[in-house]
């Protein structure tokens, strides 16, 4: 996909769920060497790289880091390596890589299964504020 940035990495998200909304903006705070851009899985832009990678959006519906010409990771992997990317404590997040990954997917999916019970749902994506803006896609 051309029209992606260089040397970032994309992070797809749940653009109406609360607790996604509220993971974005604490991924935003911490990312101190620029390297996230989001995009909501709703957004046209969200479902072409969607289709470009093939990720089956019966197998997930939540969360997904796209590396350009890397990569992509869903569920449990990309939540780790996002951590990690964003260092300092949150790379103690790597310690749950040694879980078997369907162990760790399970976890994730209950709590992706709940998260509109547990933490909400808006109507609409949020509209970043202009400070934020550079950070979407």
Known sequence: MENLPDNK?????DGVCNLCDSTVQFIIK????????????????????IKHIGVDRSKTDSIILYEPGIAYYYKSEAAI?????????YTL???FSILPKSLSNSIYD?????????????DE???PT????AKFL
């Open 9 to 13: 990495k994309i992070i797809l998200f």
């Open 130 to 133: 202009p400070e934020m803006k």
């Open 93 to 95: 997040m790597n310690v």
């Open 110 to 122: 209950y709590i992706a299964r709940n998260r509109y019970k547990w933490y909400g749902k808006k």
């Open 81 to 89: 390596k996002i951590a990690s990317v964003l260092g300092g404590i």
């Open 30 to 49: 911490r990312d101190k060497k620029d390297i996230f851009r989001f995009v909501a899985l709703q957004s046209e832009l969200g479902e072409e790289i």
């Open 125 to 127: 994506c949020m509209i």
